[in-house]
């Protein structure tokens, strides 16, 4: 039987991942799960994952793949073909000690390559595979393509981003695939965790990009069950707390404040010094703020607009408002909060030297996670590696490299 390589860090050491995933959703949980210690395997086309090809290059270096591929070992495999399949299927395999494998494909791709997980169980009953789809594997669009954009639209999200007299807004970034990664890993770490109580046995899971953004909208659901309520869009206000919005400062810059609980707008009144509106009863409760939401909002944006940044922000730390800077990516990386936590490191990297990425967000206080290398550039960097740890002979390696494949 196969050993694993010693991760020697984070609380998954020891847990082997299988990412035959593509474009975000599938590669961003098996990058979650890399950087918690798993040994996760990237298995990739011989052309490469897409994410290679998006993005910014420098020089012929692809920055995103940087980010994505971290702490992943590469093998790449031609799936379409049948040995390419069998390849895929020893890898799986339980003398090969695989635990996760997370897919994306559209419903019914492993199926047609007899990759199914009926067929992949029964050569390792513990395997838990995640499947990662835009509709899921059930229903009338379960056989539709799927992006993260479009699920940002079927969800609802867009419909209430953006302001009232404007479009419907997406998100700058792949947010539904963030998501659904996130859904994927603890949903993955939750069947690793029950196999014990399921006599060892794995599972099959079902994560769709839009359902997880459902998840996240509040209570726009039932408001609309119980009260016929359609959410529209709002801005940056909110008609559950007030006030809540993105002002602009004196000299030019942007902050934001959100008065969830009502002592939290109470010391903001104080802290403009209206202490006639923090002594109102009617103002008393987020009720009775959103009656007088446009009153509201008047007197701080005024009041902000008076002010430089450094001065309001210094005013609302003494009187502890919930309120804070809207930073730009420069301004990020050099506040002093995100230095001293180190939630962006430098990293050293043979092809780009050091590079500034966002770090492991959990903080584990005796088995922490980390970034041991950045997205290798190479197509199949690992593949005669791995196909060593199964056992796979030089001769055959060759034999399927000559063949195309794989990429050794």
């Not at 949980?29 to 993005?55: F, M, Y």
């Not at 992949?120 to 799927?146: D, E, F, W």
């Not at 479009?167 to 890993?185: Q, R, S, Y």
């Not at 209570?219 to 709002?234: K, L, P, T, W």
Request: some cysteine.
């Amino acid at each position: 039987m196969a050993t694993k390589p010693d991760v020697k860090r984070g609380p998954l050491c020891g847990v082997r991942v299988l990412d035959v995933g593509t474009l975000f959703a599938g590669p961003l949980a098996a990058t979650h799960l890399a950087d918690l210690g798993a040994d996760v395997i990237k298995v990739e086309h011989p052309r490469g994952d897409d994410v290679r090809r998006l993005g910014l290059v420098k020089g012929t270096i692809p920055l995103w793949w940087k980010v994505v591929g971290r702490n992943k070992r590469l093998i790449s495999i031609d799936l379409n073909q049948a040995e390419g399949q069998t390849v895929l299927a020893d890898l799986a395999d339980l003398a090969a000690q695989a635990d996760i494998l997370i897919e994306n494909f559209r419903p019914g791709r492993l199926e047609k390559w007899g990759l199914s997980y009926s067929i992949l169980s029964k050569r390792n009953p513990s395997l838990i595979m995640v499947h990662i789809s835009g509709y899921g594997q059930t229903g009338p669009y379960s056989a539709r393509p799927g992006f993260g954009t479009l699920a940002e639209a079927f969800s609802g999200l867009a419909h209430i981003t953006g302001h009232p007299e404007g479009p419907p807004t997406l998100p700058a970034f792949p947010m539904a695939d963030g998501v659904a990664a996130l859904n994927a890993t603890y949903a993955a770490l939750a069947a690793y965790i029950g196999r014990a109580a399921n006599n060892g046995r794995g599972q099959e899971i079902d994560i769709n990009l839009y359902e997880p953004l459902l998840s996240l909208i509040g209570s726009m659901v039932i408001d609309y069950d119980q009260m016929g309520v359609v959410a529209e869009r709002r801005g940056n206000r909110s008609n559950r707390s007030v006030p809540r919005n993105a002002y602009t400062t004196r000299d030019d810059c942007w902050l934001v404040i959100s008065c969830t609980a009502d002592q939290m707008a109470k010391r903001l009144f104080h802290a403009i010094g209206r202490d006639d509106l923090a002594g109102d009863p009617t103002l008393a409760t987020n009720l009775g703020r959103v009656k007088r939401l446009e009153e509201i909002d008047r007197v701080v944006a005024t009041w902000i607009a008076s002010h430089d940044l450094a001065e309001a922000l210094e005013i609302f730390d003494r009187f502890e408002v919930t309120a804070a800077p809207i930073q730009d990516v420069s301004q990020l990386i050099g506040d002093p909060h995100v230095k001293e936590r180190g939630s962006i490191r430098s990293v050293e990297d043979p092809d780009l030297g050091a590079v500034r990425v966002q770090d492991v967000a959990a903080r584990f206080s005796d088995t922490p996670g980390g970034i041991r290398w950045l997205g290798k550039l190479q197509v199949g960097t690992d593949t005669r590696e791995i196909l060593g740890e199964l056992g796979y002979s030089n001769d055959r390696i060759d034999a399927l490299a000559l063949s195309k494949i794989i990429i050794s």
